[in-house]
Nanobody, 129 residues
Framework: VQLQACGGGLVQAGGSLRLSCAASGRTFSSYAMGWFRQAPGKEREFVAAISWSGGSTYYADSVKGRFTISRDNAKNTVYLQMNSLKPEDTAVYYC???????????????????????WGQGTQVTAPA
């Protein structure tokens, strides 16, 4: 699986961006997907995840109510709609895929990076104060 993330950019605090992650391969619909981010000098952290069906979603507390993850299996694409952006959201954002078929908060959020097999390149999001 190859993942290609895009949609990052520079936006004023309070603004919105939508990230997209396109996946290659015919098995995308069976993969859970996640978004992570890494700010300068910090470790990569979980942001959001969605089950293979789209029926379950999980969020970091820091983005809950502001970010929305969704997917379109017909387009092999997962999205991250980011609203009310804050300076602390500034980071490189990565999409990731989990091929094992596990679902639930433990596997999609609790394991962090260890729960995912494939990673895309990052896309920079900057929301200056």
């Amino acid at each position: 699986v190859q993942l290609q993330a895009c949609g990052g950019g520079l936006v004023q605090a309070g603004g919105s961006l939508r990230l997209s992650c396109a996946a290659s391969g015919r098995t995308f619909s069976s993969y859970a997907m996640g978004w992570f981010r890494q700010a300068p000098g910090k470790e990569r952290e979980f942001v959001a995840a969605i089950s293979w069906s789209g029926g379950s979603t999980y969020y970091a507390d820091s983005v809950k109510g502001r970010f929305t993850i969704s997917r379109d299996n017909a387009k092999n694409t997962v999205y991250l709609q980011m609203n009310s952006l804050k300076p602390e959201d500034t980071a490189v954002y990565y999409c990731a895929a989990q091929s094992a078929g596990y679902s639930g908060s433990y596997y999609l959020r609790g394991l962090g990076e260890r729960g995912y097999d494939y990673w895309g390149q990052g896309t920079q999001v900057t929301a200056p104060a």
